[in-house]
């Protein structure tokens, strides 16, 4: 299948969450909005890749759409399939259906989420989890997943990930986007990603990032907070997708994402 649009220019990835596609598609038993073709749409628009939680309660992703999704990614080689969750829970369960049915698996995400947890709010600590998750991370990447740790901006942490044997971290980005509007608390929050994706890059870790990311505070994180490799965005990018669409929500994500790597290359340039 010939994506209708490139998957721009930026070297982060752009990775569309549809959790809150199958809420919404669990309030009725009419199977619609469908996670597939939201799924089909944003990756035609150049999204470049899919993530999905599927919670132990499903209350949004259930186990049928972690297939009919990996089954989709089968047809966009160039795309990946991130599966978040909790390792202690039920993901590799999940991780293992999906590598025994000969789906597409590009990265797990530890979320060290409770079962019932109303949304992912905190990393991993370490040294507490470090025995469980070096275990778990090893029959992740045994599965052919990446292994990505769901970590806050604590660049002192970084070493402690790499040591357990993670590939990557996800920088936790939600207390950015709270001092959103405090221009001074802003700053702060970027000083500490961006200390944080040093001290990750630095020991050899790749730096993902997400939550509550959206149009307004994307731009300015990616362009403070150097080598970021994806960014999964649900929640805002499908809320805009609710009033714009699909196609053109991704358009206009990724628009932005280009943007912000052009000006940090700008910004570069200027700096000699
Ligand atoms: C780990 C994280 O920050 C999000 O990817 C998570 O998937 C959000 O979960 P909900 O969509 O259930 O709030
Ligand atoms: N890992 C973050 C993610 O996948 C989506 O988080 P959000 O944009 O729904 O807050």
Known sequence: ??????????????????NKVALVRNTRHLGIPSVVRAATLCLEAGAQGITIHPRPDERHVRLGDVFELGELMRSWPDREFNIEGNP???LMNVAREVKA??????????????????????????????????????????????VSLFMDADAVAMSAARAVGADRVELYTEPYAAAWQQPSERALQLDR??????????????????????????????????GVREVSIGHAL???????????????????MDEAQAGSHASLAEAG
């Open 1 to 18: 299948m010939t994506p209708a649009t490139s998957p721009g220019t930026s070297s982060t990835a752009l990775s569309v969450n549809l």
């Open 88 to 90: 202690l829970h039920n």
């Open 101 to 146: 049915k000969g789906l597409p698996l590009h990265q797990l995400t530890f979320v060290p989420d409770s079962e019932g947890q109303f949304t992912s709010d905190h990393g991993w600590s370490f040294p507490q989890d470090e025995e469980k998750l070096r275990t778990l991370i090893a029959q992740g990447q045994a599965l052919g997943a990446r």
């Open 193 to 226: 990603f961006r200390a944080a994706a040093q001290a990750a890059a630095a020991v050899g870790l790749g730096v993902n990032a997400g939550h509550d990311l959206n149009r307004e505070n994307l731009a300015a994180f990616l362009r403070q907070v150097p």
């Open 238 to 256: 499908i809320a805009d997708a609710l009033e714009m669409g699909y196609s053109a929500t991704v358009r206009a994500y990724r628009m932005v």
